[in-house]
Structure formats: C-alpha cells, structure tokens
C-alpha cells in the first residue's frame, strides 16, 4: 500500500486502538480543575521515552526512567499542580508509591507505570489527594482530551493531535498530546509530551525513531531558554492495529508520521508560549554542518531581543545576526543571507535597503518567518518559539505567591 | 606606602591626570542629544582592549582590533545612535575614516586611535555629519561626563566613577565610564567601557591586568543573554601621575584597584538593565571549578523565569536550581544548599519551609542576594543581573521603527 497520512478530526492520544484514558479534579494546587490523569493501554505494549538533560532531576523523572529501561510501560498517571522536583527522598517515595497506586488500580506491574508531573518546583506532592484522585479517575475511550486537560499549566489552549497512516506493514493510528507554556527550552526531551500507536513497533527501533523525531521537533521549540527538570516525551506501541512488526527495514514512513505528529506538537507548543502572540519559524540554510544549523536556529528563535522586536512588529534584522554571531557556529559575515518574512534584509554580508512600514505590517501576523543562509555548508534546520510579551513577565512575575 | 584607594567624588574618566574629553550633538540618528565624543590623553599611552565574543564583529571593532595591536591607542571616537555593524566594506571604510578624522584634529597617527559606536545595526553611519561634529568637540578636563552621557543609549543614568590609589609604586587615579541597558551577555569584553589611568603601566601587564578585571566583574554580567556585535573595554595608561613602572612585580594593588573600578561599573550596567527595577547578586560556591561557577552564575542570574520571579517578589527558588541544573556545571543535586536574600531555600538538596509572605517582603528592595553553595569543591564566583519587567519588553518590541 501507498504511504499515506491523514489527520483525524479531533484526534487525541486514545485514538488509536486499545488506550484508554481519564483524569479527575484532584486538587494537587488549585480545586475545581482537572489536575490528575491516566493515560492508559489495554494490552501489553512496547515504549520509549526521552527525558530531560537537565541534570537536576525531577523524582517522577528518575522514577521513570528506571521503569522505562525494560520498553514495557502500558500505563502512565500525570499531574500538574506540582513538579516533585527538588523533593529530595521523600519526592522519590511518593513518585514510586503513586506509580504502585496506579498499577494496582490497574492490575499490572508497578515497573509498567511511568510518572509524569509538572508545576511549582521544591513542593512535596499532596499524597491523600492523589491517591482520593487515582481512585476517582476513570478510564474512556475519548478520555484524551480530559487527560490533556489535566497536564496543563500555563496552557491557553490543548495540543492534540492524531493521524491516521496507511502504509505497506498496514493501516495504523499515530496519537499525541503535549503541554507546553513555559520553562521551555528542551534538551534531550522536552515538557511533557505522550505519544501513542497501534502499530506493532519493535522496541529498539522505537527508542531510535522517538529519538530521531524528537531531535529535529520538540528539541528545536524554545520559549524562554530554561529547560525544566521535569521534561519528559514517551511512546507507547501496543500493536492492536494488527500491522506487520515495524523495525529499521520497514519503518521509514513510520518515522516520517511520527515526525509529523511531534512537528504539529512542536508548532502548538511554541505559537501558545507563555505570553504569546506569535508563532516565530527560523530556517536555517547552509551552515557547515546539521549541528550547526540546530544552534544558530535556537539561538535566534531563542533571542530576547529578536523575541521582543517581533512582537513590537519592529523590522529589526540586525539582531538576528547579531543572535547568529553569539551561537558558537561556524560562519563568515561576507555570505551570510536573511530574509525576514520572505524578504531579503541583508546579503552576503551587506544591508539591503526596504520599506520599513511595509514591512512592520507585515510582521503583524500569527506566524512570523526568519530565514538565514550561511552559504558555507549544506547544515540545514527549523526551530520554532514565540514572540516576547509584557503578557510574559506578569505570567511570570507571581507564580507561586 | 600602604595600599589604600579612595572613590572620588563625581570622578570619571578625565579624573586621571592629563586626560580630555569632550562631545557633542551630531544629529547621528536623533537631534538634540550627545551622541558623539572623544577621549583623549595628552601624553602617549601604554593601551589595551578587549573585544566581543560575538563571530559577528561591527566595523569599529575590527578598526580597533587592528589599531590597538601595537598598544600605544591614546584616543577614542565613540558615538551612540549607530552599531555600524553588518555594514560590510563600507562599514569599515567609513570606521577607518572617522579614526583619521580624530587623527588630524589632534595631530597623532591614526593608529592610536580606536573607534566605539553603539546603536541600531545595519545602517550606514552618517558619515558628513560625524565629520562636522568632530571638528565641533571641545576637549576638558571634565568632558568625561559629556562623553558618558554621548554614548548613553537606553541607559537611564551615567556610569563613571574614578579612585585615588596610594600604592607603594606612588600615587595614581583610575577612571572609567560605561554604557550598557541592552544587548548584555558578554563574553570577552562587552558593551562599552573606557578606563583610564595616569599611572604607569608596562604594556603586557596592562593587557593582563585589564583582562582578569573584565573577567571576574563585566563578563559576568547578563542582562538579556544577547551577546552584542560591538563590546569593547579599552584602557589608555599615561603615566602622568610620575609614579614607578607598574608591572607583574609590583601590580597586585594596581589590579585590585581596576577590579574595584570593573566591578562598580559591571554593578551600575546591572542595575539599570533595560527595564530593570532590581539589581541581582547571584554569588556561586564550592563549584567543582571556577569555571564551572562562572557558569552557574551567568545561568541563573540570566534565567528569564528567575528574573521574572524577581520583578514579582515571588520567592520561587525551584526556579534557580532549574537554572542551575542546566547550567552544564557539574554538580549533585544532594549536596546543593540555595539562599535568597540570606534565607535558606534548600539545604542538601530537599526543600526547607519558609514563611513566603515575609520573603517576599524582603524581595522588595533594589538589590536581590541569590547564594548557592554547591559543596563539592572550592569553585566560586559572582554575577550580576536585573530582573525581567514588562519595561523591558516595551522598550525593545519599538527600537527601530
């Protein structure tokens, strides 16, 4: 069969086949939200997961990477409200005792239930409540949207997505949900993100191709350069679809499907930054190298300056290259190229002139392109962020008080 | 005699014995403000620079590299209004033809003049207009203030400070001035900084002593992460003062005394950041190196959440150990102690309870203290920052247009 992709209308992470999910008003931080949730696979499953580089680890975090290293996780409960980051001990015990709530509520393994919470950093968990909660939650076939719901924060907006993919190993559905908003600066992984397939996926290669489609997406989101402690991006494959076992021989549409799944998440992710009015894209051509081409366009995307700029719709180009010059990537000035909003500021290395007015105008739109090309390479990469609003700062400014 | 030093009132950069200054209203990119000034030292000069970090380097820096090579510079151009960066061949024509210009009117070679421009990046200087005001500076004897406030930019008040010194290789003064407000995360040098003593200097020491002071006080200041195309901090030595050769023998006071005058100049940049309301102290200890706290301290005090919780007087520490977790130092999360404005956050990596209201009382003042000791060596250091107010983002989204 022909590779094909579609986007199922209202998708979520339970649309694929055999997972169900569920979320309740458990009041971890705030009451009369929903805050705690279970995301949840009928049959056995194989699954990977990418974690936070930060090296101050959040305890779901360190609990969840030990559960994932068997590839065997069916089950996963998510909270917001409170991170269990910087809990010292007692922040491991109670990841591990709600991981132990939920397998039993479930009747599987505790090794098979990954933890995932986001919110204030330094707070304990409110265990009572979780556990009152974890009892309340129930578990549905549309039950996505609830759990999505749950995992956001600062979120205006849910980011959730499914595709249905037909291919040679068969007919397969692609589900995710992510939060995003903001301590958004991935590294290794990213916020939390859940992905699911009914695709039978063997397990190496779904560590490999998770990876890969996380790199080159939800790695290159950022918002305001602090990568959390708790970042945290997991699949899980259960096989109810029936396809053919997809490995390295046969998987290249699966990872071009994934890619695309974890492209719309990065995209939402980044167009609902906190304080956020606009979605900024920056494409990078020509670097030396793909590594290089990755750091120039998440310095720029990542810039306050260039940040600031574009949401005052001020064509201001020369701190892009200003952000190009600090990124630590090879370049010569004399080839560099931009082009904002398609069109062209500077080349080889000498300002163009343009209508100022026209383009400010321009720049007042959702979606906002820079375009830089180094002409020194064949290093290519797209990272996407936000512009920087007032609206920022008081988000920002009384958090916890 | 016993080392002492001494701050002298209103001192500036033309405290020193035998140095002039002077400016004027050029019209470089606004009427009726200074934007254009020179420096100059009336008896030749033992010099040295350092210079941005930034790949992408504006032309009167790569004029300045070249000029300042032989270390004999006794006289600056600077002017506010326009970076003359991303100018190209022009650029750095126009740049060497302003040195000469300042060359002739005070009859020296035109390599013992260095150029210093801040401003919008890609545009032209406006070369007749830089000519006509050359010729219309007078140089002072107090023209240093005129200069400092020439080449103010979004800086809301002046920088300058100048020491009487007693020392045992005699009696001598330093002077510096410096701009700063945006664009700030140095590295190697940064923004615009003039010193100046009539001390003398052996020429390799000066260069060493000027880059250990830039180091440990104006590299370690952050005020928005964007590292500018155009940093510079240059010192002209001219030995007016009569006092004894200074060199790597006898110049631990000496280097002292400039990192006393580094220091005060890197806290004022802080402290009137763009849209700052607060200067932040972030002192580093017990990091596994120097530099590894360097580091640390540049994170945290550059962290957009931890500035944003500052402005707020919302005491959301988890917030600095995020930054310290990404910081790329080693370090273990268990042996972690963290303070804010001396009271303890965390001790040994678990969280300590804390009366919010009243910390956060605390946090309303002009200078906010974050301490962290990392106990697991003895590397230490300190950085400065400001927090991260709505002004901010006003100031920046309408530079340009």
Not at 89 to 108: H, R
Not at 353 to 368: I, W
Request: glycine fraction near 10%; aromatic fraction near 4%; proline fraction near 3%.
């Amino acid at each position: 069969m022909k590779y094909k992709i579609t986007e199922i209308k209202q998708g979520t992470v339970t649309s694929p086949q055999g997972f169900l999910a569920g979320a309740t008003e458990a009041a971890v931080k705030y009451k009369g939200r929903l805050d705690l949730g279970i995301l949840y696979s009928e049959k056995p499953c194989t699954s990977a997961a990418v974690f936070t580089g930060n090296k101050v680890k959040a305890a779901p975090i360190l609990v969840s990477m030990k559960n994932m290293e068997k590839g065997k996780v069916r089950a996963i409960l998510a909270n917001s409200g409170c991170a269990n980051a910087c809990t010292g001990d007692k922040g491991l015990k109670d990841a591990n005792e709600t991981a132990g709530l939920v397998a039993a509520k479930l009747g599987i393994p505790r090794t098979q239930v990954i933890v995932a919470s986001t919110g204030v950093i330094g707070t304990n968990m409110p265990l009572k409540r979780i556990e009152a909660g974890i009892g309340k939650i129930i578990l549905t076939k549309d039950g996505g949207h609830k759990l999505e719901k749950a995992i956001m924060t600062t979120d205006t907006r849910p980011k959730e997505i499914a595709v249905k993919v037909t291919d040679s190993v068969g007919q397969y559905v692609i589900g995710g949900i992510a939060k995003g908003a903001g301590m958004i600066h991935p590294n290794m992984a990213t916020l939390l993100g859940f992905l699911t397939t009914d695709a039978s996926v063997e397990i190496s290669f779904l560590r490999k191709v998770l990876k890969t489609a996380v790199d080159n997406t939800i790695n290159m989101v950022t918002i305001d350069g602090d990568t959390s402690t708790n970042d945290m991006v997991s699949i899980m494959a259960n096989g109810a679809a029936d396809t053919e076992e997809i490995t390295g021989k046969n998987g290249k549409n699966f990872q071009e499907a994934l890619n695309y799944v974890c492209q719309f998440l990065a995209r939402s992710i980044a167009a609902d930054g906190e304080g956020a009015t606009k979605l900024i894209e920056v494409s990078i051509e020509g670097a030396k190298s793909a590594t290089d081409a990755k750091k120039i366009a998440r310095t720029i995307a990542g810039s306050s300056l260039v940040k600031s700029a574009i949401h005052g719709n001020d064509p201001n180009w020369g701190r892009i290259v200003a952000a190009l010059g600090r990124s630590g990537a090879a370049m010569e000035e004399k080839y560099v190229d931009v082009f904002l909003q398609d069109g062209p500021m500077m080349r080889q290395g000498s300002p163009l002139p343009f209508d100022k007015n026209k383009l400010s105008r321009k720049l007042k739109t959702g979606e906002v392109k820079i375009r830089v090309c180094l002409n020194i390479g064949s290093g290519k990469a797209v990272a996407w962020g936000c512009d920087l609003s007032q609206e920022y700062v008081t988000i920002n400014s009384d958090y916890t008080t």
